[in-house]
């Protein structure tokens, strides 16, 4: 047992006192001091119950979309796979498909313009931090990404998740197996961006990768969530921390819900929506608010899966 002697006269109010026991932390008042006393919590052991899982289940349902289609798709980013694997200038590579995809007359020299990334800038390469000899690599990648999101074929969910899962592993540090990406997920400089097996992006997810990222196997990003990897300093926004952020196995972090840089969600944890993480975790447990605070245990025997 460990004990942190604090300088501080009094209680502290309830809220912090609250705050403290759920953290696995006693309080014991002394003359002019009150000290913090660390403990581990041993329940009783007791036979496990069944798990009561809400609602009807309703497992996905296979889709399959025409052999001819079927056959169009994979030839055609096998084809984008194989230009990208060559070494061949990417920039030519990404002018050339988003041209395809939107079959505008060469003539539109504006709208043409905007395939070649070489005549368009982002963001991330404003960075003072961007590692730019990278970054650049991967520009042309990371535009194709995002314009084919918004082309005909965008919303084409199994057209797009091929797609999607072929240009990962040239934009990402890591990305496991059965990678699964909706459209409109933007990234920041995707070479800090570590990627689990069986991982979903949904809808509008924002990674922050200006440092390293992390998400582990079989675990959800919802739709509008984001995860940051920096903060700003208050006075001055010139001056940024850069901070690992981690997300652990088997987690979700749902709705509208934000991780901050720093944090780290333990293994089988849960950010509910419009939850703003500020701290670590604890495996099997739920967070929910602003700041997110524990509220409920979630069982570790199971894992959903589909």
Known sequence: METLGLGLTGWPRRPLLDNLISDGIILCREPALVALTRFEVRMPEQAHSPIQLIGEKFPYTKIEVSAEAHKLYDEWIARLFARISSGEDRNDICRDTLSELYGVPRGNAILNAQFDPRNVTLEPEYYGDCDMPRFLERKPLLWLWYMFDKSPAGLNLDFGFKFRRALA??????????????????????????????????????????????????????????????????????????????????????????????????????????????????????????????????????????
């Open 169 to 306: 592993p040239f934009i990402f540090k890591k990305v496991g197996k059965n990678f699964k990406c909706f459209p409109f997920v933007e990234f920041t400089f995707g070479y800090n961006l570590e990627v689990g097996d069986d991982v979903v992006f949904h809808r509008w997810v924002f990674i922050d990768d200006r440092f390293t990222v992390k998400i582990g196997n079989h675990t959800s990003l919802s739709d509008y969530v984001n995860v940051y990897s920096h903060t700003h300093d208050i006075n001055c926004r010139y001056f940024v921390s850069n901070l690992p952020t981690i997300i652990g196995n088997n987690c979700r972090v749902t709705y509208h819900s934000t991780v901050l840089a720093g944090t780290k969600m333990a293994d089988n944890s849960m950010l509910g929506a419009l939850g703003l993480l500020t701290r670590e975790t604890r495996p099997d447990s739920v967070y929910v608010g602003i700041p997110a605070k524990k509220v409920k245990d979630k069982d570790p025997r199971h894992h959903c899966r589909p």
